[in-house]
């Protein structure tokens, strides 16, 4: 390689460099420009994730009375049990622990979104699932020994509530 081709070489990255950098300049200048002018799209309006039914004919409308349920369809059925084996309906939820599905911790009223209450005789019970906030995704709920499990969004379930679930044992 000669002097001179070294020459032309260095001649022409200089002109070609200026070039490059103007246009890095209207790039970045003009991608700036852009970014400021764009308005940010407003978020789609949400109502929080939709509940998925845990089963087929599930009544529950959210994940919290689904959990309710679940606990209403176990004292159910433990007091079911509890009737074939001793004649009689437990007259405390103390006495239904291993009963069937029916555990020491289940005995807490406190059951999360819900407070349990429960009054039986030994020929009758009936429980109550409150809510602690009652709206359309958590309903209160009230059941006795003839598998009926009833429901109401405006005030305390009772006996008198609509029936969402029947359990035939």
């Not at 807490?108 to 809510?131: C, E, H, I, Q, W």
Request: proline content about 7%; glycine content about 4%; overall charge positive.
């Amino acid at each position: 390689m000669n002097l001179s081709s070294v020459t032309r070489n260095s001649d022409f990255k200089k002109k070609l460099a200026a070039p490059c950098i103007l246009l890095s300049v209207l790039l970045l200048a003009t991608s700036t420009l852009l970014a400021q002018d764009a308005s940010p799209t407003p978020a789609p309006a949400t109502q929080g994730p939709t509940y998925q039914p845990k089963f087929h004919g599930d009544p529950a409308r959210s994940d919290s009375e689904a959990a309710a349920l679940g606990y209403v369809r176990v004292v159910i059925r433990a007091q079911l049990l509890f009737n074939k084996h001793y004649g009689h309906y437990a007259i405390s939820l103390t006495q239904l622990v291993h009963t069937g599905t029916f555990t020491q911790r289940m005995v807490n009223p406190d059951r999360g979104d819900y407070t349990v209450g429960f009054k039986s005789k030994k020929d009758n019970f009936a429980l109550t699932m409150t809510p602690k906030v009652l709206d359309a995704q958590h309903r209160s709920f009230y059941a006795e020994n003839d598998g009926k499990i009833r429901a109401d969004e405006t005030k305390p379930a009772n006996a008198d509530s609509p029936v969402v679930e029947t359990h035939h044992w």
